[in-house]
């Protein structure tokens, strides 16, 4: 089966730095890679997604990338603010299942 | 439109005893998963509904746990007799998936706000 391998489990940035985390995964027939974001109290809300058949995706300040041949997909925030302190999941998923195989999570703390 | 919502929100309870957890997806949507992340862990799958019936069962733990979606609207997951490896915090999943050319049926996943268990 899949297995989703996360890093790091916590990063603490300054208010305006860039985060990065990144996720590798086993299995090559994977092709959908989802992130959520966990706040406090809350569900993991999924923000970016990236399919197999592209290299990025942006969405104003948060942005994936997906390297296939190494198996490697990464969350970039830039100009991160305290509000975006959460718990962050990588995940991947293969077209004949809907089911993501999750990593196990990323604490990103931003200090104002 | 009304999220995903989950009952309890914590639940304390022994070992041994016997605890129920309800979910109410979003309204219209077919797909319902249960999820369960150990503290520090992963989010791990545990089954999938599709209206009334279970799709998908592989990822429950054992016996012990039983999960039914009655009239395909809610779904509960009663844990009896719970042991302390149950303890964690349970999230429920809803979904509608929808036709996108080229990639065959597509969907997300809306997560609840989960229940948090812990067996003493």
């Given at each position: 089966?899949?297995?989703?391998?996360?890093?790091?489990?916590?990063?603490?940035?300054?208010?305006?730095?860039?985060?990065?985390?990144?996720?590798?995964y086993?299995?090559s027939?994977s092709n959908?890679f989802?992130?959520?974001?966990?706040?406090?109290?809350?569900?993991?809300?999924?923000?970016?997604?990236?399919?197999s058949n592209?290299g990025?995706?942006?969405?104003?300040?948060?942005?994936?990338?997906l390297n296939k041949t190494a198996k490697h997909f990464?969350?970039?925030?830039?100009?991160?603010?305290?509000?975006?302190?959460?718990?962050?999941?990588?995940?991947?998923?293969?077209?004949?299942?809907?089911?993501?195989?999750?990593?196990?999570?990323?604490?990103?703390?931003?200090?104002? | 439109?009304?999220?995903?919502?989950?009952?309890?929100?914590?639940?304390?309870?022994?070992?041994?005893?016997?605890?129920?957890?309800?979910?109410?997806?979003?309204?219209?949507?077919?797909?319902?998963?249960?999820?369960?992340?150990?503290?520090?862990?992963?989010?791990?799958?545990?089954?999938?509904?599709?209206?009334?019936?279970?799709?998908?069962?592989?990822?429950?733990?054992?016996?012990?746990?039983?999960?039914?979606?009655?009239?395909?609207?809610?779904?509960?997951?009663?844990?009896?007799?719970?042991?302390?490896?149950?303890?964690?915090?349970?999230?429920?999943?809803?979904?509608?998936?929808?036709?996108?050319?080229?990639?065959?049926?597509?969907?997300?996943?809306?997560?609840?706000?989960?229940?948090?268990?812990?067996?003493?």
């Amino acid at each position: 089966g899949e297995n989703v391998e996360q890093h790091p489990s916590t990063l603490s940035v300054q208010e305006g730095d860039s985060a990065v985390i990144k996720c590798t995964y086993s299995d090559s027939a994977s092709n959908y890679f989802p992130w959520y974001k966990q706040e406090l109290g809350k569900g993991p809300q999924l923000i970016i997604d990236i399919r197999s058949n592209v290299g990025e995706k942006k969405d104003q300040r948060i942005a994936v990338t997906l390297n296939k041949t190494a198996k490697h997909f990464s969350l970039h925030i830039t100009e991160t603010q305290p509000e975006d302190s959460a718990v962050y999941f990588c995940a991947a998923s293969w077209g004949g299942s809907y089911i993501p195989t999750f990593g196990r999570g990323t604490s990103l703390i931003v200090h104002p | 439109e009304a999220g995903v919502t989950q009952f309890p929100s914590h639940s304390v309870i022994e070992k041994g005893q016997t605890v129920t957890l309800r979910c109410d997806p979003i309204s219209g949507h077919d797909n319902l998963y249960w999820y369960r992340r150990v503290m520090g862990k992963e989010i791990k799958f545990l089954l999938h509904f599709v209206k009334e019936s279970k799709q998908d069962e592989s990822g429950m733990p054992n016996n012990r746990f039983l999960a039914e979606r009655t009239g395909g609207t809610y779904s509960t997951l009663k844990v009896q007799p719970a042991e302390l490896e149950d303890s964690g915090v349970y999230f429920c999943a809803s979904s509608q998936r929808h036709l996108e050319q080229g990639w065959g049926y597509q969907e997300t996943q809306y997560f609840g706000p989960g229940t948090r268990l812990l067996v003493l």
